[in-house]
């Protein structure tokens, strides 16, 4: 059974860092891109980022910068680290995990983060 526990959600104020983690379990957490969606209210969900098996990592324009992305095989773990935190940062942060060819796609169910504008 595939799992994700997020943590690190909360409240900051603008400029501020927080630090995302979410350790997996179900499934061959190596083989698969890790990424973290997120979701606000009335909006299209977004894939922030996201990081290969081989550890390349990529990033929607809107995080550019400021979010990093990285992972520990080891610990079946994915992070994100964001800094310089905006208002319209504010959303669910979703864990997620892919693998093309085993044609799978899964998904947490979310850590919230509040920047107060």
């Known amino acids: 059974q595939v799992q994700f526990v997020e943590s690190g959600g909360g409240v900051v104020q603008p400029g501020g860092s927080l630090r995302l983690s979410c350790v997996a379990a179900g499934f061959t957490f190596s083989a698969y891109t890790m990424g973290w969606y997120r979701q606000a209210p009335g909006k299209e969900r977004e894939l922030v980022a996201a990081?290969?098996?081989?550890?390349?990592?990529d990033y929607s324009d809107s995080v550019k910068g400021r979010f990093v992305i990285f992972r520990d095989n080891a610990e079946n773990s994915l992070y994100l680290q964001m800094n310089s935190l905006k208002p319209e940062d504010t959303a669910s942060y979703h864990c997620?995990?892919?693998?093309?060819?085993?044609?799978?796609?899964?998904w947490g169910q979310g850590t919230q983060v509040t920047v107060p504008g």
């Open positions: 997620s995990a892919y693998s093309d060819s085993a044609g799978e796609f899964y």
């Open positions: 990081i290969t098996t081989d550890g390349r990592s």
